[in-house]
């Protein structure tokens, strides 16, 4: 069931997406002008924790988990998808800058920038964050 009003974060059971999130992929969207491409949320190696959230607007590729949001589909390829289930994208605009974050239930330690995590099957020893990605 999705669930979408200005007071609540656009729901699914992969993925959620608060209101302003949602309002800055709308903007980035409509600049693309390109209605086949989506927000393409993924894991990688790498970052102060061991793994990095990114991204993109993108089509979708094959074996991808497309979660429509409303008017939004996001695209997740097959091994991120069991690293960010459950998780919601989110939108800051602060004087410390702006950009997306990702609040993920499974991490079991993050970045205080909210770019890099670590789940409790990652193993590794713990490091400090210097939110340098």
Do not use: W
């Amino acid at each position: 069931m999705i669930e979408q009003n200005q007071q609540s974060a656009i729901q699914t059971s992969v993925l959620s997406m608060t209101p302003a999130a949602a309002d800055k992929v709308r903007e980035l969207l409509k600049q693309e002008n390109d209605p086949t491409l989506g927000l393409r949320v993924f894991v990688a190696g790498g970052g102060c924790s061991g793994l990095q959230y990114g991204m993109t607007l993108d089509e979708e590729q094959e074996g991808d988990t497309v979660v429509s949001l409303g008017d939004i589909n996001i695209f997740v390829d097959d091994m991120s998808l069991g690293y960010i289930t459950g998780s919601e994208v989110d939108y800051v605009d602060s004087l410390m800058g702006a950009g997306f974050t990702v609040n993920n239930p499974n991490a079991v330690s993050s970045c205080g920038c909210g770019h890099s995590f670590k789940t409790a099957d990652g193993g590794g020893e713990s490091r400090s964050c210097g939110c340098g990605h």
